[in-house]
């Protein structure tokens, strides 16, 4: 959940501050996995931030593929781009997260979609598709 909420807190933060939005360089708090209290505070926070119907405005993305991440990329971006993004990256890793206590904890029932794209739950409640 803190990886999940770190990339929330940096896209609120650049578009807050009108500054390039890095998902590379972050800060890793790792009171967020120990404290139920912080993390929920996290997340009301970008909740909050996400239902505010912030005003659109240019963003950038700043990228780097190479292994000692100098090669910066600049491309240009949007709020809504990045939310999807967001919302992509969380669902990957709620999948983690499913298969973790799937493992640990098999008598915890997690909702059937947690953690699953909504193009894979259209296509498995489609009856065409079977």
Same mark, same amino acid.
């Given at each position: ?64 593929? !190479?292994?000692?991440?100098?090669? %910066?990329?600049? &491309?240009?971006? +949007?709020?809504? *781009? ?6 992509? =990256? ?16 098999? !008598?915890?029932?997690?909702?059937? %979609?947690?953690? &699953?794209?909504? +193009?894979?739950? *259209? ?6 598709? =079977?």
């Amino acid at each position: 959940m803190r990886h999940i909420i770190e990339f929330y807190d940096i896209l609120i933060e650049a578009y807050n501050e009108n500054k390039p939005i890095s998902y590379d360089n972050r800060v890793h708090c790792s009171k967020t996995e120990t404290s139920l209290e912080l993390t929920l505070q996290r997340l009301r926070k970008a909740l909050n931030w996400v239902e505010s119907e912030e005003p659109a405005k240019e963003l950038m993305l700043v990228v780097s593929y !190479d292994s000692e991440g100098k090669n %910066n990329i600049s &491309i240009p971006s +949007s709020i809504e *781009r990045e939310l999807v993004y967001n919302i992509e =990256h969380a669902i990957h890793h709620m999948a983690i997260i499913r298969i973790a206590i799937e493992k640990e904890f098999p !008598d915890l029932k997690l909702h059937k %979609n947690f953690g &699953i794209a909504y +193009s894979t739950i *259209r296509y498995r409640d489609d009856l065409c598709a =079977h």
